[in-house]
């Protein structure tokens, strides 16, 4: 049941934001990730975990959404605070590192699935919310830009998906439920 849950929640979550954004709102995809992380966090049986997995997908998301912008790939609808990585997309970042433990269990230990399934969700989501929402903005050719967030993608979700399993693992051997 937590499964679909967390499943149906981060799916909301990441409408919201990306339909706030589009309309030029960055507020209500942050709104909206601090309620899903008050309610994962509480939820959660593994929060240190939790709390780990948010810390290094920010820092991921930091990077790689700064890259994207500065090198010309990507723009943003509601860039506020910045014009680089702002804060609804980084609250994304933050909501889907929550989904790491709940959804995404069966990668941990499959660090190529996983970097097929980064390489192609990724720059599918970031189409999407280009396409269907206008929150993301992709310069014409898209190729490239689409090209740059797979690689991004491929490389991020196996990081977290491992980080998760190693912290996950000395959570068990530590006797910590």
Same mark, same amino acid.
């Given at each position: 049941m937590n499964f679909w849950l967390t499943l149906a929640a981060y799916e909301a979550v990441w409408f919201i934001a990306v339909i706030g /954004? *589009?309309?030029?709102?960055?507020? %209500? *995809? $942050? /709104? $909206?990730?601090l309620a899903f992380a008050a309610w994962r966090l509480a939820v959660s049986v593994h929060r240190r975990v939790e709390w780990r997995l948010l810390a290094v997908a920010l820092v991921v998301g930091l990077v790689l959404e700064n890259l994207w912008v500065r090198s *010309? =790939? @990507?723009g943003y609808a509601a860039p506020w605070p910045w014009p680089a990585a702002p804060a609804w997309l980084l609250a994304l970042w933050l909501a889907f590192a929550l989904t790491i433990v709940p959804l995404f269990g069966y990668v941990h230990a499959r660090p =190529? =699935? /996983?970097?097929l399934l980064g390489a192609l969700g990724g720059p599918l989501a970031y189409l999407g919310a280009a396409r269907?929402?206008? #929150? $993301? =903005? @992709? %310069? #014409? %050719? /898209?190729?490239? #830009?689409l090209l740059a967030l797979g690689a991004g993608w491929a490389l991020a979700l196996p990081l977290l998906a491992t980080l998760a399993r190693r912290w996950l693992r000395a959570e068990l051997a530590r006797g910590v439920t």
């Amino acid at each position: 049941m937590n499964f679909w849950l967390t499943l149906a929640a981060y799916e909301a979550v990441w409408f919201i934001a990306v339909i706030g /954004a *589009g309309r030029g709102q960055w507020w %209500p *995809g $942050v /709104a $909206v990730t601090l309620a899903f992380a008050a309610w994962r966090l509480a939820v959660s049986v593994h929060r240190r975990v939790e709390w780990r997995l948010l810390a290094v997908a920010l820092v991921v998301g930091l990077v790689l959404e700064n890259l994207w912008v500065r090198s *010309g =790939l @990507l723009g943003y609808a509601a860039p506020w605070p910045w014009p680089a990585a702002p804060a609804w997309l980084l609250a994304l970042w933050l909501a889907f590192a929550l989904t790491i433990v709940p959804l995404f269990g069966y990668v941990h230990a499959r660090p =190529l =699935l /996983a970097a097929l399934l980064g390489a192609l969700g990724g720059p599918l989501a970031y189409l999407g919310a280009a396409r269907g929402w206008h #929150a $993301v =903005l @992709l %310069p #014409a %050719p /898209a190729w490239p #830009a689409l090209l740059a967030l797979g690689a991004g993608w491929a490389l991020a979700l196996p990081l977290l998906a491992t980080l998760a399993r190693r912290w996950l693992r000395a959570e068990l051997a530590r006797g910590v439920t």
